[in-house]
Nanobody, 115 residues
């Protein structure tokens, strides 16, 4: 079992920045991927970015150049640095942990971008 605790959401004006954090604890496999999804009101949850603990990172096209996902493997923590935020980035952001056998989700943190 893996538990994920997210922090860092909030209200920000368009063009601003926020940094999300997600700390994993429990039965952490040595090979895993951690990342972020988001779900806007009335929409399906979508993948945003992820990083394997080997270091490679990937992003959905809509956030490339604005968001950066990073990891501190010693702390089993993944971050999402969000810059140049847009109104359409407003959503509940969920942290996800995936290893060979399982997927775990955080409780979600609200990010609201205002005009």
């Amino acid at each position: 079992q893996v538990s994920l605790v997210e922090s860092g959401g909030g209200l920000v004006q368009a063009g601003g920045s926020l940094k999300l954090s997600c700390a994993a604890s429990g039965s952490i496999f040595s090979i895993n991927t951690m990342g972020w999804y988001r779900q806007a009101p009335g929409k399906q949850r979508e993948w945003v970015a992820s990083a394997a603990n080997g270091g490679s990172a990937n992003y959905v096209d809509s956030v490339k150049g604005r968001f950066t996902v990073s990891r501190d493997n010693a702390k089993n923590t993944v971050y999402l640095q969000m810059t140049s935020l847009k109104l359409e980035d407003t959503a509940v952001y969920y942290c996800a942990y995936r290893d060979r056998d399982n997927v775990y989700w955080g409780q979600g943190t609200q990010v609201t971008v205002s005009s």
